[in-house]
């Protein structure tokens, strides 16, 4: 990589941890479909990187005094999510070139629906849901987590739907991300797919992230909520429309 390229990845991070700390669960979105639109570094490093980065952040923020946890939402949500991030990179490997075209497609509609799921103002339910709901959320949560270290959209929407305080459910969203960042980490290691290449360009990227996320809980930002999340629905829709007008030719040509 040159060093406007190493700049730009840079940049990407950048944007992806002020996203982070502003909402709680953009960067691995941002970072994903910023980098993958632009073409900076293949999908499978930059799902490792951000592996990386999201234990790293996670050390961060869960440092110090106990988290505030509810055992009965984390446990399902966690164990599901853990069969998925294995299914999920079960079914990475299992794809040829041409349907990583159908998976570029898909992670731009998944970016896309994040996006959405930051400005529409969903009801919280008076009760919490059933056991089953927490269980699909996290299933489908560490699929796309294992796919490509995105999957905060399903279980974002249904935590913030949940009758739960913030911190828990903050404190739930960190955790979930972790372990399935750390179940990814190990099967890739497992496979042989974690290159020098990756390690660096995490090396490289942590530093950024640490002192952006110590800043702005000491400094945080005085933007309304309503503004925060607009801003980063703009840079998600950018990010995720890029990758669908990228794939939607390829995935046209192959279905004619």
């Known amino acids: 990589m040159t060093l406007q390229l190493h700049l730009m990845f840079l940049g990407c991070v950048l944007l992806a941890t002020l996203a982070q700390n502003l909402t709680g669960f953009a960067f691995g979105l941002i970072l994903l479909g910023m980098v993958a639109s632009m073409n900076?570094?293949?999908?499978?490093e930059v799902?490792?990187?951000?592996?990386?980065l999201t234990v790293g952040n996670a050390l961060v923020n869960l440092g110090?005094?106990?988290p505030e946890l509810d055992r009965s939402v984390l446990m399902p949500v966690l164990l599901s999510s853990l069969i998925g991030v294995s299914i999920g990179m079960w079914g990475l490997g299992a794809l040829n070139e041409s349907q990583m075209t159908w998976l570029r497609l898909l992670l731009g509609c998944v970016i896309v629906i994040g996006s959405l799921l930051?400005?529409?103002?969903?009801?919280?339910?008076?009760?919490?849901?059933?056991?089953?709901?927490f269980w699909l959320s996290g299933g489908l949560c560490g699929l796309l987590n294992g796919l490509f270290s995105s999957g905060g959209p399903p279980l974002v929407y249904h935590l913030y739907r949940q009758p739960l305080g913030y911190e828990v459910i903050r404190n739930t969203l960190i955790t979930v991300f972790a372990a399935n960042s750390v179940t990814r980490l190990g099967l890739v290691i497992a496979q042989g797919q974690m290159t020098w290449h990756v390690i660096w360009l995490s090396l490289e990227a942590f530093p950024l992230v640490l002192v952006v996320t110590v800043l702005m809980r000491r400094y945080p930002p005085r933007l309304s909520l309503r503004a925060v999340r607009w801003l980063v629905f703009c840079l998600l829709l950018l990010a995720g429309g890029g990758l669908i007008r990228d794939a939607l030719p390829g995935v046209l040509m192959a279905s004619a």
């Open 118 to 133: 930051l400005v529409v103002q969903s009801k919280p339910r008076e009760r919490l849901s059933r056991q089953p709901a």
């Open 47 to 52: 799902a490792i990187i951000i592996s990386l």
């Open 40 to 44: 900076l570094i293949p999908l499978a």
């Open 64 to 66: 110090g005094p106990r």
